[in-house]
């Protein structure tokens, strides 16, 4: 790949001989065309410029002046195109990547997190070119299914897209890879330990089956960005607790004679079947393009090494639903998810608890990062849902949250399973949220407790002991609503005393702490039991259940080596301001190919019933708030039960009396951060713009006019916009972006870093000393 070049070398050498000829005369009035000091280092959006003489030029200094600029600007030129040209054969990789391969403790402890430059000096570099790694296999993430005509068959309507149909036995599996919509026909199947079934198990002769009226399809994505998904039979009779919350498909006629003719197929099957599934394809959601925002995940979706080329029209058949990759033979570098027996039994126990206490049980989850604690969450959801028709979620991790994105601590109310990594989910709404600001809690600690506590309430509230206690008073029967905590990889120093304070203000009746047999190191500390005893009087301490950690099995930990905290931030993000919060079958979910700087944004007025603007972490000048909230990512606030907000206005509104009023905003002396009590966070938007003549703030964000509506308040904290979502991916357009040539793109540099001193500092806390490196 070819070394990106600076803004003096970059420029193609294409000097003729009268430009040399007219460089050489100029040499001698060197006192006249010196640039000052200040100009002497030229900026991505203006050429150098000769500063003025200090005594009158002559007509010949003059005229020669006028030849070097005009060559000037031929070079400017032509570095331009050349940029262009190497932009197209370049690679871009955000900012944060580089060093978090090397990071061992989590992003909070680090301080790791923000390692970009400033908004307006965002870097584009050249990604380090990494060594070929030999391919590893996991053994475990291969399909034990051998297709065949008498249990794989697919149907082709005329109506509606193909529809496979395959036919597992109890030892048998499929391992896939893609997205894929699935629903039972007969018997039942689990995934991702949620369980599916039609509520019909599978007959001994086929003849005297009757194809149902609907099929209950459900998406499920499996990624290679995560562990993969498998599709295993289940033995379980009353299966039925799923499917009436998936897509309903009605089965006319002619659709339902050939499934029934097809299923005669498979009274020759090789030992009786236990389930019976439909699959259908799921490319429309749009999910699969975004690779081409984000090349670092090209290929997520699909696997071509996994699918074995045959004539045989059952290998044909399995392989001919698009976007729906089974793995069949032993393919490179994916894994799939296995539980460990300490998962099954810790849940299990849980779930006997919360079926035979009347009051709403309370499960925490804590550990250091990359142990699993994000797959255990959705495993335990998923579980959970089969005995209780909802169940609370408490994300309490900031930087890499279950839902939502980055910074953003949240409660959700779920009824259906999770069936997908955490940029699937996305577009689920939290019943409360706030925005905290920053992927670690460290640089507003009490702040973040402070939300924490306000969401306990509300899930005590709706949920909780007061919800039981009014629901007693009023004689209604409400089934208890089971509360699983989320918490952050942060587990030392200041991150383990919040995560103490967090047990104690919640009062779990149960904790799954994640421990490592491998790294001992990165377990929590032998004083963890005694900490976690509560120190109020009638309270029973809480239960821990030891999980083994994902890290243990390293002959399977290929994720977790090719993409690091900061890409799963990116994908994160990326994938929620390209959702569409109206979902269907029939439209798209996400929607990659309309880029971001080619999007109508929504025009925010601030005059009109925006009460406030808070910028975080910071000491903004009000003359540069403006220049700070442009291009940046924001959180959208309003009031969290309709109500006024309590906060008075700004002094800087009321005192201002000119033409062009100001934004209102609350310096850190007048409030740091909006009252937890009384505000909600509706989502994230970039400040695309800002239009002072006309007061209004250019935003670009996925939540819908309903919501944006209820909106009255703007957040910005220390998120960084990753360069992937300036740029707007089209290849051969030669004009930079959005046809605006690179050199006056604005908060987009292309020097290259040469010397001590270049860049922004990094600051790493996770250096030790030599004595230090001992477990």
């Not at 996305?426 to 009490?446: M, N, V």
């Not at 989502?683 to 964000?701: E, H, K, S, V, Y």
Request: with cysteine; glycine share 6%; aromatic share 8%.
């Amino acid at each position: 790949m070819p070394k990106r070049k600076n803004a003096e070398s970059a420029a193609p050498k294409r000097k003729t001989r009268t430009a040399s000829k007219k460089e050489e005369e100029l040499k001698e009035e060197t006192d006249i065309l010196a640039p000052s000091p200040a100009s002497a280092v030229s900026t991505p959006t203006q050429s150098p410029k000769p500063s003025g003489p200090s005594a009158p030029i002559s007509a010949i200094a003059a005229r020669r002046a006028a030849l070097a600029l005009s060559t000037n600007n031929e070079q400017q030129q032509d570095t331009d195109n050349d940029i262009d040209q190497q932009m197209e054969k370049s690679q871009i990789t955000d900012w944060d990547s580089e060093d978090e391969e090397f990071a061992e403790e989590s992003d909070a402890e680090t301080g790791n997190v923000n390692r970009g430059t400033s908004v307006d000096g965002t870097m584009i570099k050249k990604p380090k070119i990494e060594k070929s790694k030999p391919a590893q296999y996991d053994p475990k993430a291969i399909s034990k299914f051998s297709p065949s005509p008498a249990n794989t068959v697919v149907i082709t309507p005329k109506s509606s897209d193909e529809i496979l149909i395959v036919g597992l036995r109890k030892d048998e599996h499929i391992v896939f890879q893609g997205q894929a919509l699935i629903a039972p026909i007969l018997g039942s199947f689990t995934a991702l330990g949620a369980l599916f079934g039609q509520g019909q198990s599978v007959p001994s002769n086929f003849r005297d089956f009757e194809c149902p009226d609907t099929l209950h399809f459900s998406p499920i994505f499996s990624p290679k960005t995560h562990s993969l998904v498998c599709i295993e039979p289940d033995a379980s009779k009353s299966a039925q607790s799923h499917y009436e919350k998936a897509m309903v498909q009605k089965l006319p006629f002619p659709i339902k004679k050939q499934l029934q003719n097809s299923l005669l197929a498979f009274q020759n099957a090789n030992g009786k079947l236990s389930t019976v599934l439909a699959i259908k394809s799921l490319t429309k959601t749009g999910i699969a393009d975004i690779e081409q925002v984000l090349p670092l995940f090209k290929s997520v979706f699909t696997v071509e090494d996994a699918k074995i080329e045959s004539e045989e029209p059952a290998v044909q058949a399995i392989n001919s639903i698009h976007g729906f990759c089974p793995v069949l033979q032993p393919t490179p570098n994916v894994k799939v998810m296995q539980l460990p027996p300490s998962w099954n039994s810790g849940v299990n126990q849980f779930i006997s608890s919360s079926q035979t206490n009347e009051d709403a049980q309370i499960a925490l989850i804590c550990g250091s990062k990359r142990m699993g604690k994000s797959t255990f969450s959705r495993y335990l959801v998923n579980r959970l849902l089969e005995k209780h028709g909802k169940v609370a979620f408490l994300e309490a991790d900031v930087g890499q949250p279950e839902f939502g994105v980055q910074g953003i601590i949240s409660l959700h109310v779920l009824v259906k399973p999770l069936l997908g990594p955490p940029f699937a989910n996305s577009h689920l709404q939290a019943k409360r949220s706030f925005f905290i600001g920053s992927t670690s809690p460290r640089d507003d600690p009490d702040h973040y407790m402070a939300c924490l506590m306000q969401l306990l309430q509300e899930w005590r509230k709706e949920y909780g002991v007061e919800a039981n206690q009014a629901n007693l008073n009023s004689s209604t029967d409400v089934s208890p609503v089971p509360l699983v905590i989320n918490t952050h990889g942060w587990i030392k120093g200041l991150g383990y005393d919040l995560l103490i304070d967090l047990i104690h203000a919640a009062s779990p009746n149960m904790i799954f702490a994640f421990q490592s047999t491998v790294t001992t190191s990165r377990n929590l500390p032998p004083s963890f039991l005694s900490s976690v005893v509560p120190v109020g009087q009638g309270i029973a301490p809480p239960k821990i259940s030891y999980l083994t950690s994902l890290m243990d099995d390293q002959d399977a930990d290929f994720t977790a080596q090719r993409y690091h905290p900061s890409d799963h931030r990116m994908l994160n993000l990326i994938s929620y301001m390209h959702a569409n919060t109206n979902r269907t079958e029939t439209n798209m979910w996400w929607d990659f190919k309309k880029r971001l700087v080619e999007r109508t944004p929504w025009c925010l007025d601030w005059t009109v019933g925006l009460k406030g603007i808070w910028v975080l972490f910071e000491e903004i000048k009000y003359s540069q708030l403006l220049y700070a909230l442009n291009g940046s990512i924001v959180a959208l606030i309003g009031d969290a039960n309709h109500g006024a907000l309590e906060q008075s206005m700004p002094d800087s509104r009321q005192t201002n009396s000119s033409a062009v009023a100001p934004p209102p905003f609350f310096t850190s002396s007048q409030s740091p951060h909006p009252d937890p009590s009384a505000t909600h966070c509706f989502g994230l938007g970039i400040i695309r713009t800002i239009d002072p003549a006309n007061q209004r703030f250019l935003i670009l964000t996925p939540l819908p006019f309903d919501t944006l509506k209820k909106v009255n308040g703007v957040v910005k904290g220390d998120l960084e916009l990753p360069i992937w979502a300036m740029l707007d991916n089209r290849s051969g357009g030669g004009g930079g972006i959005a046809g605006v040539p690179w050199r006056k793109v604005p908060y987009v540099s292309f020097d290259a870093n040469e010397g001590i001193g270049n860049s922004a500092l990094r600051i790493r806390r996770n250096v030790m000393r030599k004595g230090q490196n001992t477990k």
